[in-house]
């Protein structure tokens, strides 16, 4: 028979809420683990930023070298992850894991890292 304290350890590192987001020298975005250093590019090429370590994310800045062409008109808000946003509008990373505005043109600002815990979590 299993000690009930070995049950309860396990429960604790498999759950999902007691994750540990840390991911030492590199960076999990949109379900990828990048390295310290790796320009990370989102999506659609609105734009990319850098592994700073610790899964922590630079500045977004213009995406280089991209041949993908935004599928929204420069005018109206932005396109992420295959949905439009007005301006001034929260764009929520799938996971949780770091919220932008739409600040229009395409152009995402206003970076928060969530850490996993989602607005509506929050208590």
């Given at each position: 028979?299993?000690?009930a ?8 590192v ?7 987001f ?7 975005f949109d379900?990828?683990?990048y390295?310290?250093?790796d320009?990370?590019?989102i ?5 990319q930023?850098?592994?700073?370590g610790?899964n ?19 005018q ?5 992850d ?6 001034g509008?929260?764009?929520i990373?799938?996971?949780?894991l770091?919220e932008?505005?739409?600040e229009g043109s ?16 929050e208590?």
């Amino acid at each position: 028979m299993v000690p009930a304290s070995l049950v309860l350890a396990l429960v604790v590192v498999a759950s999902p809420v007691f994750a540990d987001f840390s991911y030492g020298d590199g960076c999990l975005f949109d379900g990828h683990i990048y390295d310290k250093g790796d320009m990370i590019v989102i999506p659609n090429c609105l734009g990319q930023m850098e592994c700073l370590g610790d899964n922590d994310l630079g500045p977004i800045k213009p995406v280089t070298d991209c041949e993908r062409k935004r599928d929204v008109d420069p005018q109206i808000g932005c396109l992420y992850d295959g949905e439009l946003y007005d301006v001034g509008q929260k764009i929520i990373v799938k996971g949780c894991l770091a919220e932008y505005v739409c600040e229009g043109s395409n152009s995402l600002g206003g970076y928060k890292p969530l850490y996993g815990i989602c607005p509506d979590e929050e208590n």
